[in-house]
């Protein structure tokens, strides 16, 4: 429920092309590139025939051309960028899988109605659900014994509401429920997403029964 930073030495920024690209706003300019095209035109039709086939149809040419290529060039940015920011992605993604699957902790992802939208391994094992049959359904119903389940969704609402927590951040200890009835203690902690809205909260889950039995 802690978070810190720290303050690392940067670098020199290398020089890269994207700022300036970034800087460049081609859907700005694409408008401008039809003056040149209509002003063509527009002489094109005061000309006399002879005269204007000899003398404008190059202009009115190089016009167009120019502007199919400023068009054709912008898509092609927008693809690179779209890629870029695909890949980008989908290292995210891998990065948060690896964590989620190599963590001995139960991580389950709910949001602001209870319902749970994430549910690792290690909550597989510990709760005997699969994260197919747990996703969807509302985490107080699933995991919290049937004595609490009333104390747990009415905070819920509270801080949906208000915005009122009592155990946001904090490190607690509670009741769970396996999936076969058997309850045992665990330590716990809940967070929100930042910037999430509605709110999205995620909650690590660690049986403590080997220490309470200690």
Request: net charge neutral; charged share 25%; aromatic share 8%.
């Amino acid at each position: 429920g802690i978070s810190t930073a720290s303050a690392m030495p940067q670098a020199p920024r290398r020089w890269s092309p994207r700022p300036v690209l970034a800087a460049w706003d081609w859907q700005a300019f694409v408008p401008y590139a039809f003056i040149p095209l209509v002003g063509a035109l527009v002489i094109y039709t005061w000309f006399d025939r002879s005269a204007r086939d000899d003398a404008l149809e190059p202009g009115v040419l190089i016009g167009a051309t120019a502007l199919i290529g400023l068009v054709l060039l912008r898509q092609i940015m927008a693809l690179l960028e779209n890629r870029r920011l695909l890949d980008s992605l989908r290292e995210s993604e891998a990065r948060k899988g690896a964590i989620l699957e190599a963590t001995v902790d139960g991580i389950i992802t709910i949001d602001h109605r209870g319902r749970i939208t994430e549910f690792n391994p290690a909550a597989e094992r510990m709760f005997g659900y699969s994260r197919d049959d747990a996703l969807g359904q509302t985490v107080g119903r699933l995991i919290v014994p049937p004595a609490h389940r009333e104390r747990h969704e009415r905070g819920l609402d509270r801080y949906v509401n208000t915005g009122q927590a009592h155990i946001l951040g904090k490190h607690s200890e509670g009741m769970a429920m396996h999936r076969d009835g058997t309850e045992f203690p665990v330590e716990f902690t809940v967070t929100r997403i930042a910037d999430a809205d509605p709110p999205v909260f995620v909650g690590y889950i660690r049986d403590i029964s080997e220490r309470k039995e200690a």
